[in-house]
């Protein structure tokens, strides 16, 4: 997954909870809260090396997005409103 990153508001949303689970789903193929067409998206993305994306809700109601990019060098967890 690359160097690890969140933005302020991904921490804002968070709470001071951890990002760990959210984060294993992501690198495990869970990719959350997304549509047919973005999950299949993501399953060619595997295979040909394109970006990765994940939208997972938090407990309180809020969302957080997890986007690695296409030569794995980073992966970003940050709120929709960021992106």
Do not use: C, V
């Not at 193929?29 to 973005?38: L, V």
């Not at 970006?51 to 980073?74: K, N, Q, V």
Request: glycine fraction near 10%.
């Amino acid at each position: 997954m690359g160097q690890l990153l969140a933005t302020p508001g991904a921490l804002e949303a968070i709470n001071g909870a951890s990002f760990w689970p959210y984060l294993k789903r992501h690198a495990n193929g869970d990719w959350g809260d997304i549509n047919a067409e973005d999950k299949a998206e993501n399953e060619l993305s595997i295979k040909e090396g394109f970006r990765l994306l994940s939208a997972y809700m938090l407990p309180d109601g809020g969302r957080i997005w997890i986007i690695t990019e296409a030569d794995r060098s980073a992966t970003t967890i940050l709120t929709p409103e960021e992106y």
